[in-house]
T-cell receptor
Framework: GEEVAQTPKHLVRGEGQKAKLYCAPI?????VFWYQQVLKNEFKFLIS????????ETGMPKERFSAKCLPNSPCSLEIQATKLEDSAVYFC??????????????FGQGTRLTVV | RKEVEQDPGPFNVPEGATVAFNCTYS??????FFWYRQDCRKEPKLLMS???SGNEDGRFTAQLNRASQYISLLIRDSKLSDSATYLC????????????FGAGTRLFVKA
């Protein structure tokens, strides 16, 4: 597609429930990034993929969070046993390449996760 | 210390004012630099890349000082529609690739 598509737009989960978020990157983009933004605060990098391979997962919490990008499927971010502090907007971005001065990351509209 | 630090803001300015945002980064291996704009409850969108020689796009001018590890964004003749959060973004390739966002600086332009 021509834009990064994230679903769902809003997700409400009770504490302890699982949450699964999806992201379809722009067609032809090799890199996918996930970020967490809590209450309009700064973006926290979670994980990046190069195609279906994890590229950098240094931002991923060690427990409860996992992510995948499988061929011919949207990428996903899954949170097991959600906690109140997981409430945030989760943004996905994709880019064609890395590092070049004119490489732009295109963002999806985000998924707002509310844990109650 | 955060890897990318920005002015805390918010900046409240009248229409027509000139406003400057500053950003510093700690990783000397950083390679590419950007300013993104985020409107309330929306996704960030690229405002401009920052080139070593500095670059201008209409009312917006971006500067990079690699020696000082400092990036700036200047907005001239500010408009009401410039009200947003401005995010300084730095890409580093230092053992791995990272895109680090600053915390953002909120700008309010008033009539």
């Amino acid at each position: 597609g021509e834009e990064v598509a994230q679903t769902p737009k809003h997700l409400v989960r009770g504490e302890g429930q699982k949450a699964k978020l999806y992201c379809a990157p722009i067609k032809g983009h090799s890199y996918v990034f996930w970020y967490q933004q809590v209450l309009k605060n700064e973006f926290k990098f979670l994980i990046s993929f190069q195609n279906e391979n994890v590229f950098d997962e240094t931002g991923m919490p060690k427990e409860r969070f996992s992510a995948k990008c499988l061929p011919n499927s949207p990428c996903s971010l899954e949170i097991q046993a959600t906690k109140l502090e997981d409430s945030a907007v989760y943004f996905c971005a994709s880019s064609q390449s890395l590092g070049a001065v004119n490489t732009e990351a295109f963002f999806g509209q985000g998924t707002r996760l509310t844990v109650v | 210390r955060k890897e990318v630090e920005q002015d805390p803001g918010p900046f409240n300015v009248p229409e027509g004012a000139t406003v400057a945002f500053n950003c510093t980064y700690s990783n000397s291996a950083s390679q590419s630099f950007f300013w993104y704009r985020q409107d309330c409850r929306k996704e960030p969108k690229l405002l401009m890349s920052v080139y070593s020689s500095g670059n201008e796009d209409g009312r917006f001018t971006a500067q990079l000082n690699r020696a000082s590890q400092y990036i700036s964004l200047l907005i001239r003749d500010s408009k009401l529609s410039d009200s947003a959060t401005y995010l300084c973004v730095v890409n580093s390739q230092d053992g791995g690739f990272k895109t680090i966002f600053g915390a953002g600086t909120r700008l309010f332009v008033k009539a």
